[in-house]
């Protein structure tokens, strides 16, 4: 996907101003739910006793080290400072790829998979929505969200095995 093609998105989101605020509210809704979400489930599981707590803290959390430096060393521009398109959520320079926000709620929503399967699916479709959101509001792209669901299946799977 080139520059025309978030140009175009970008003037959509710009002349649908309520979509556009749907999708943004949806974005900080979302963010900040499994933010939330995420530190009282591993509370709620330390408390049960649950056998694979461990595995729910340190996957996460090495893997989002392990990509936060990769992210600062690739430094690749989001699509605002790239193409002539107007940001519609703030947000810093650089740093792109790939998308944290993304990469955060997929290896949660994986990690959610080990407690239960219907709460793992439910993260992981808000996941996907909010990789889309992401791409809307013009601070990254497809590869960039793309990248992080990749990114974050691959860190899930090896954090597991080891």
């Given amino acids: 996907m080139g520059e025309v093609f978030y140009v175009k998105l970008n003037k959509f989101m710009l002349n649908h101003k309520n979509f556009s605020k749907t999708v943004l509210l949806f974005n900080k809704t979302v963010t900040l739910l499994i933010y939330v979400f995420y530190p009282a489930l591993l509370i709620f ?3 049960i006793k649950f056998n ?3 595995q ?5 959390l090495i893997s989002l080290i392990i990509l936060s430096v990769m992210r600062k060393a690739i430094n690749f ?3 605002f400072e790239r ?3 107007t940001p519609l959520c703030r947000c810093k320079k650089g740093c792109s790829m790939p ?3 993304t990469f955060c709620i997929v290896i949660i929503a994986l990690s959610s998979f080990l407690v239960n399967t219907v709460l793992g699916s439910i993260i992981l479709f808000l996941g996907v929505i909010l990789a889309v959101c992401r791409v809307l509001l013009g601070v990254h792209t497809i590869r960039d969200v793309t990248v992080a669901i990749l990114s ?3 860190s899930f799977i090896i954090g597991t095995l080891i």
Avoid at 56 to 60: A, G, I, Q, Y
């Fill in 56 to 60: 729910m803290v340190l996957v996460p």
């Fill in 52 to 54: 694979n707590i461990l």
């Fill in 45 to 47: 599981l330390f408390k």
């Fill in 77 to 79: 521009p989001r699509p």
């Fill in 152 to 154: 974050a299946v691959l």
């Fill in 99 to 101: 998308s944290r926000h």
């Fill in 83 to 85: 193409f002539n398109i």
